[in-house]
């Protein structure tokens, strides 16, 4: 699908400022709306909304399909919390005590029953799921009771009825969060802004998902992961990535129509005008280790779903306005099968320097592509360009340096104020879609960077406060949208 020429800011909502120490669909994401719309830009990108779990990463959530009840906005509701990054250990705790009593006023009236009864699909199996995993102090499924961990009907039937106080108030939840949500994404599109989310290939072994829907994975008799995904060593990691989450069974889903996948997308599309699809390469070919493995080294190429999953979910749902994300190990199948579809792909600028044979460089860009000064994924632009490669356990000093020296010279800058060059680079460059994560704009360091791949602790906490966002700086970006024609 063609895109207008665009650009973009990528912000997480619990960047954002606010009293209650994590951002939220509040009053401030709709100031935020508006400062977007203030320098011009068009599309506001935003990591998957679903109920985080694991290491508070949006990449490993309870649901695919529910929201995360942290960024619900409690009226009234403050803490004293840090105002530059989010202390999940403590807001959490907090907020859900909060969120919990501002629930309890909230009427189960019909408009909750209508919102319940249109998400049949997945809600009762979400909030059973949450409501169980409560009850069993928090553990994963595979470690409750086992007849709620193999779904006994009537144990579930049971169990509906014992934790029903606690099922209303996720359906509640639910229920406000979407309103929430709604009320801003209309605000964006009042001043001319898409929401961009984004779709992880993969689920969460702990997930309602996964419980509700087992056969849909590779999983053995006990619910536990036969095999598990990851990613080979890489850019990233000397190791690979090991995810951990369960691998899909792609034959099981192609039997049924790939249900289960257009059901996600649809939700996705109901939410989102543009969807990032997270690790692209997996739907031709994933990396599959052992479901014990310590790390992702020792693994296998495995052939995915290609062409038919993409076949339906357009049959299903028509073109889809999406993204791929084509970064890491492309071969020319992946790249094949991207462009059967007409997706545009993903080019970094911070990875265009390092002498390698790069489309990731300007001057090779085509129009139907996302450009990225960087990603979630990987360092702030200064916390890149400051870096002298001691300690990488993937580039060392030299290297580090003579990418250096390229780009200053490709980019003709004596390496003073490198996040502007890099933004006004991509801003410049003939890509139809460029994309900022605002710790670029905002010209910050390794600190805030949002995403170690492999760190088990210290991820996602990053916020920005108002103060940052100065006059001067939003007429720069103003002046940069404008004069590039985004």
């Not at 977007?36 to 990591?47: F, N, P, S």
């Not at 595979?142 to 009907?153: E, I, M």
């Not at 979910?313 to 028509?318: D, H, N």
């Given at each position: 699908?063609?895109?207008?020429?665009?650009?973009?800011?990528?912000?997480?909502?619990?960047?954002?400022?606010?009293?209650?120490?994590?951002?939220?669909?509040?009053?401030?994401?709709?100031?935020?709306?508006?400062?977007?719309?203030?320098?011009?830009?068009?599309?506001?990108?935003?990591?998957?909304?679903?109920?985080?779990?694991?290491?508070?990463?949006?990449?490993?959530?309870?649901?695919?399909?529910?929201?995360?009840?942290?960024?619900?906005?409690?009226?009234?509701?403050?803490?004293?919390?840090?105002?530059?990054?989010?202390?999940?250990?403590?807001?959490?705790?907090?907020?859900?005590?909060?969120?919990?009593?501002?629930?309890?006023?909230?009427?189960?009236?019909?408009?909750?029953?209508?919102?319940?009864?249109?998400?049949?699909?997945?809600?009762?199996?979400?909030?059973?799921?949450?409501?169980?995993?409560?009850?069993?102090?928090?553990?994963?499924?595979?470690?409750?009771?086992?007849?709620?961990?193999?779904?006994?009907?009537?144990?579930?039937?049971?169990?509906?009825?014992?934790?029903?106080?606690?099922?209303?108030?996720?359906?509640?939840?639910?229920?406000?969060?979407?309103?929430?949500?709604?009320?801003?994404?209309?605000?964006?599109?009042?001043?001319?802004?898409?929401?961009?989310?984004?779709?992880?290939?993969?689920?969460?072994?702990?997930?309602?998902?996964?419980?509700?829907?087992?056969?849909?994975?590779?999983?053995?008799?006990?619910?536990?992961?036969?095999?598990?995904?990851?990613?080979?060593?890489?850019?990233?990691?000397?190791?690979?990535?090991?995810?951990?989450?369960?691998?899909?069974?792609?034959?099981?889903?192609?039997?049924?129509?790939?249900?289960?996948?257009?059901?996600?997308?649809?939700?996705?599309?109901?939410?989102?005008?543009?969807?990032?699809?997270?690790?692209?390469?997996?739907?031709?070919?994933?990396?599959?280790?052992?479901?014990?493995?310590?790390?992702?080294?020792?693994?296998?190429?495995?052939?995915?779903?290609?062409?038919?999953?993409?076949?339906?979910?357009?049959?299903?749902?028509?073109?889809?306005?999406?993204?791929?994300?084509?970064?890491?190990?492309?071969?020319?199948?992946?790249?094949?099968?991207?462009?059967?579809?007409?997706?545009?792909?993903?080019?970094?600028?911070?990875?265009?320097?390092?002498?390698?044979?790069?489309?990731?460089?300007?001057?090779?860009?085509?129009?139907?592509?996302?450009?990225?000064?960087?990603?979630?994924?990987?360092?702030?632009?200064?916390?890149?360009?400051?870096?002298?490669?001691?300690?990488?356990?993937?580039?060392?000093?030299?290297?580090?340096?003579?990418?250096?020296?390229?780009?200053?010279?490709?980019?003709?800058?004596?390496?003073?104020?490198?996040?502007?060059?890099?933004?006004?680079?991509?801003?410049?460059?003939?890509?139809?879609?460029?994309?900022?994560?605002?710790?670029d704009v905002l010209g910050l360091g390794s600190e805030a960077r949002m995403n170690l791949p492999g760190r088990q602790a210290g991820n996602w906490g990053f916020r920005f406060t108002w103060a940052q966002l100065t006059a001067p700086l939003t007429a720069h970006l103003h002046d940069l949208t404008t004069t590039y024609e985004r």
């Open positions: 699908m063609q895109f207008p020429r665009a650009a973009g800011i990528l912000l997480h909502p619990t960047s954002l400022p606010g009293p209650g120490g994590i951002g939220d669909f509040g009053p401030e994401a709709h100031r935020f709306a508006q400062w977007l719309a203030e320098t011009g830009m068009k599309i506001w990108q935003v990591l998957p909304l679903g109920p985080t779990g694991y290491g508070d990463s949006p990449y490993q959530c309870f649901s695919a399909f529910a929201g995360n009840p942290l960024l619900i906005h409690v009226p009234g509701w403050e803490g004293a919390f840090p105002a530059e990054h989010v202390d999940f250990g403590a807001v959490i705790p907090a907020k859900e005590a909060a969120l919990a009593a501002w629930l309890d006023t909230v009427p189960f009236d019909d408009a909750v029953r209508r919102f319940v009864a249109d998400q049949a699909h997945w809600l009762p199996d979400y909030a059973l799921f949450m409501a169980l995993k409560r009850a069993h102090g928090g553990v994963a499924w595979t470690a409750w009771d086992p007849s709620a961990a193999q779904r006994d009907p009537a144990a579930l039937l049971e169990w509906r009825h014992t934790l029903s106080a606690d099922i209303e108030r996720l359906y509640k939840q639910q229920f406000v969060f979407f309103g929430q949500y709604r009320a801003l994404r209309q605000a964006c599109a009042q001043r001319g802004i898409r929401l961009m989310g984004d779709v992880p290939i993969y689920v969460a072994h702990d997930s309602a998902d996964v419980w509700a829907n087992p056969t849909q994975f590779q999983l053995c008799a006990d619910g536990t992961r036969r095999v598990q995904a990851g990613v080979p060593p890489d850019y990233f990691s000397e190791t690979g990535q090991l995810w951990g989450n369960p691998l899909y069974d792609w034959e099981r889903m192609h039997a049924d129509g790939f249900a289960w996948w257009i059901a996600r997308m649809r939700a996705a599309l109901e939410q989102f005008d543009l969807v990032r699809l997270d690790h692209f390469r997996g739907f031709e070919a994933y990396w599959e280790v052992a479901g014990d493995a310590p790390t992702a080294m020792h693994g296998r190429w495995v052939q995915g779903p290609g062409a038919a999953l993409f076949d339906a979910l357009t049959a299903a749902l028509g073109p889809l306005p999406i993204v791929a994300e084509n970064l890491g190990l492309i071969t020319p199948a992946v790249e094949a099968l991207r462009e059967q579809f007409a997706y545009p792909g993903m080019a970094i600028l911070q990875f265009a320097f390092d002498g390698q044979d790069s489309n990731f460089i300007p001057h090779r860009y085509v129009r139907d592509l996302v450009v990225y000064t960087g990603t979630h994924d990987n360092d702030t632009t200064m916390g890149w360009w400051q870096s002298t490669g001691e300690g990488d356990s993937t580039r060392g000093a030299d290297a580090v340096a003579r990418e250096k020296a390229f780009a200053k010279r490709y980019l003709g800058t004596d390496g003073q104020d490198m996040h502007w060059v890099l933004i006004r680079a991509a801003l410049a460059s003939v890509a139809n879609t460029v994309l900022i994560p605002l710790q």
